[in-house]
T-cell receptor
Framework: GDSVTQMEGPVTLSEEAFLTINCTYTATGYPSLFWYVQYPGEGLQLLLKATKADDKGSNKGFEATYRKETTSFHLEKGSVQVSDSAVYFCALSDSDYKLSFGAGTTVTVRA | SAVISQKPSRDICQRGTSLTIQCQVDSQVTMMFWYRQQPGQSLTLIATANQGSEATYESGFVIDKFPISRPNLTFSTLTVSNLSPEDSSIYLC??????????????FGPGTRLTVL
């Protein structure tokens, strides 16, 4: 079945550092890929998405590119801020709309 | 995007009792989903609820433990029955996007934090 493998955390960074969170997937079809974010005390929000190979999703300075050849969707941000401290989830959805989530990566950005 | 509310936001329950969680959406949607997020863990899909039909449960989840209602296109309830401490989790409902821009996306409610003593 479909599955998502996500880089384990926690990750601690200084402000303005470069952030990468690795995500790879296994799927039988042609899934859509997502990054969701959960800020402290808040609900789950969609950060970005890509629906087909080579698509790049971007939002709030974060980017991720759908790489079919490596079955990956790594999240990157060039210069993180304290406000980026959150739990990040990689997820995929196949044709039935169901979401399969990765384990989540806790990111803490220190001033 | 859809605006989703859940009630209650949190509750503390005794083992053996049940808790019913409500999910209200500000627009009509075909599919609603219920997820569980156990402490420090990722989200796991419990079931998919379509209006007018029985909910479809994922492996490891059964209707007797997690009965779901879906009386109309804007509302659903999830009941967690015969509670045990292992049921302590955050329960979230979500709905699918219903326009081209939100194709294949899901929008999540704020969650219900359940603690079972």
């Amino acid at each position: 079945g479909d599955s998502v493998t996500q880089m384990e955390g926690p990750v601690t960074l200084s402000e303005e550092a470069f952030l990468t969170i690795n995500c790879t997937y296994t799927a039988t079809g042609y899934p859509s890929l997502f990054w969701y974010v959960q800020y402290p005390g808040e609900g789950l929000q969609l950060l970005l998405k890509a629906t087909k190979a080579d698509d790049k999703g971007s939002n709030k300075g974060f980017e991720a590119t759908y790489r079919k050849e490596t079955t990956s969707f790594h999240l990157e941000k060039g210069s993180v801020q304290v406000s980026d401290s959150a739990v990040y989830f990689c997820a995929l959805s196949d044709s039935d709309y169901k979401l399969s989530f990765g384990a989540g990566t806790t990111v803490t950005v220190r001033a | 995007s859809a605006v989703i509310s859940q009630k209650p936001s949190r509750d503390i329950c005794q083992r053996g009792t049940s808790l019913t969680i409500q999910c209200q959406v500000d627009s009509q949607v075909t599919m609603m989903f219920w997820y569980r997020q156990q402490p420090g863990q990722s989200l796991t899909l419990i079931a998919t609820a379509n209006q007018g039909s029985e909910a479809t449960y994922e492996s490891g989840f059964v209707i007797d433990k997690f009965p779901i209602s879906r009386p109309n296109l804007t509302f659903s309830t999830l009941t967690v029955s015969n509670l045990s401490p292992e049921d302590s989790s955050i329960y979230l409902c979500s709905v699918e996007g219903h326009d081209r821009a939100s194709f294949n996306e899901q929008f999540f409610g704020p969650g219900t934090r359940l603690t079972v003593l």
